[in-house]
């Protein structure tokens, strides 16, 4: 991998104009203590009916909401929300075949307490389609495939160098598309009339978890204190 190491720099550079650290002297400290200090509930163990009901139960709390938002950004509201039988703390928004797809794995409903935690990771898969990420990211991939092709070509391994590059650029932008999608989640839950301090609990639930309990959603979907005081700040705008 030593001789990609500028392309990845690059990739980097890029995606630094796209997003940049929010952590922030005392700011930082007081959400460290927050993830320190709060009392996070014991999950509530449902099994796959409870889960499918309460699932039901949030996305007609949220249908007046969600409407508006499609409205708004002029898209259909033609989404399918699956559970899949699998206890990882995960859940993603895909299209396949056309159709705009959200699962959610049974060991995430049932690894939160509060139907907030729930709501919350349910609008962020949502917005990602609302938001046209998994289209971005693809198009990122290609531009990331172009750059890393070039990049290998010089090495004379153009092929792999393509490779690494679309695997760069996918993982690099990834960020500004979460706290994206964090954003319209948080007001998507507000304009439902749910509790966003119930909600957060869902962020620091994975922190607490940290590197001993990886999942495919930790890995994808930023969870440190970064992402944290993004939430504070986007929870005061939309109270303010």
């Known amino acids: 991998m ?90 993603y928004a895909t299209i396949k075949d056309g159709k705009k797809k959200i699962v959610l794995f049974t060991g995430l409903v049932s690894g939160v307490h509060y139907e907030e935690e729930l709501a919350f990771v349910l609008a962020h898969e ?49 960020v500004s598309q979460e706290i994206e999608a964090d954003l319209i989640a948080s007001k998507i839950l507000t304009n439902a009339e749910y509790d966003l301090n119930k909600a957060k609990m869902v962020l620091l639930r994975m922190n607490r978890m940290g590197s001993s309990f990886y999942t495919e959603w930790l890995a994808s979907h930023p969870s440190g204190p970064d992402r944290i005081l993004k939430f504070e700040e986007h929870a005061n705008e939309i109270n303010y």
């Open 126 to 174: 949502i917005a990602h389609h609302v938001s046209n990420h998994i289209n971005e990211s693809k198009l990122r991939g290609y531009a990331g495939m172009a750059l890393g092709g070039v990049v290998g070509a010089s090495v004379g391994d153009p092929i792999s160098g393509a490779l690494y590059g679309a695997a760069v650029a996918r993982n690099s932008f990834s």
């Open 2 to 91: 030593k001789k990609y190491k500028h392309l990845h720099l690059v990739v980097i550079l890029l995606a630094s104009c796209a997003s940049s650290p929010v952590q922030q002297g005392e700011n930082l400290i007081a959400v460290n203590k927050i993830i320190n200090t709060s009392h996070i509930k014991k999950p509530i163990r449902r099994n796959t009916a409870d889960s499918q009901d309460l699932i039901t139960k949030i996305e007609k709390r949220m249908r007046p909401s969600l409407d508006d938002l499609c409205i708004e950004y002029k898209i259909d509201c033609d989404w399918e929300i699956s559970q899949e039988i699998n206890m990882t703390f995960n859940a």
